[in-house]
């Protein structure tokens, strides 16, 4: 089946706008991601949902970022009021289930990416 | 808290040449272990993963031990070629996943 994908894959837009990346996760999968990724910098964990339920919205920046998947599937990150700094690559990921117990392992895979530039 | 720290790049290598990108890790629990890898253009895979100590993941020709006692993940190829050329991401996972900041390889015929 299809991969994960991401829309738009590229996002420009002026200071001060809000702007809305959608990620679509694969099939079935339980537990979804977003990540943001500086240019030349490892992904860093922003939120993640089980289902529909935000689990851990611990990376999320400030309060102009939020996300949600209110089915369970499709979910979106917004960012409101946008500023230069949010420029980076968003990454979304999904996996079958989340870590649970002694042993974590929770294989993800990740969109193409939306490339956000905040001029 | 949890963390990775992997081997600042890049590297550049003559093809068939051995290599080794250093990982070592923090983490409370017990985590699992990742490498991921970056093609140009193209978005981050799985290569390989351990999930407990002494599990060797493997796949391509790339190995890595997961080494409680070191807290290390050491990331190893015997023979590169110019295709492995690509950024690689040490990462872990307890609840959420952690990543390294990349190590860009560069592979030279």
């Known amino acids: 089946g299809a991969g994960v994908s991401q829309s738009p894959r590229y996002k420009v837009t002026k200071r001060g706008q809000d702007v809305a990346l959608r990620c679509d996760p694969i099939?079935?999968?339980?537990?979804l991601y977003w990540y943001r990724q500086a240019l030349g910098q490892g992904p860093e964990f922003l939120t993640y949902?089980?289902?529909?339920?935000?689990?851990?919205k611990s990376g999320l920046p400030n309060d102009r970022f939020s996300a949600e998947r209110p089915e369970g599937s499709i979910s979106t990150l917004t960012i409101q009021r946008t500023e230069q700094r949010d420029s980076a690559m968003y990454r979304c990921?999904?996996?079958?289930?989340?870590?649970?117990?002694?042993?974590?392992?929770?294989?993800?895979?990740f969109g193409p990416g939306t490339r956000l530039t905040v001029l | 808290g949890d963390s990775v720290t992997q081997m600042e790049g890049p590297v550049t290598l003559s093809e068939e040449a051995f290599l080794t990108i250093n990982c070592t890790y923090t983490?409370?629990?017990?985590?699992?272990l990742f490498w991921y890898v970056q093609y140009p253009g193209e978005g981050l895979q799985l290569l390989l993963k351990?999930?407990?100590?002494?599990d060797k993941g493997s796949n391509k020709g790339f190995e890595a031990t997961y080494r409680k006692e070191t807290t290390s993940f050491h990331l190893e190829k015997g023979s590169v070629q110019v295709s492995d050329s690509a950024v690689y991401f040490c990462?872990?996972?307890?609840?959420?996943?952690?990543f390294g900041t990349g190590t860009s390889l560069t592979v030279i015929p």
């Open positions: 990921a999904s996996s079958l289930r989340s870590a649970g117990g002694p042993i974590a392992y929770n294989e993800q895979f």
């Open positions: 099939s079935g999968h339980v537990s």
């Open positions: 949902f089980n289902y529909e339920a935000q689990q851990d």
């Open positions: 983490a409370t629990g017990y985590p699992s």
């Open positions: 351990a999930t407990k100590a002494d």
């Open positions: 990462a872990l996972s307890v609840d959420q996943f952690y």
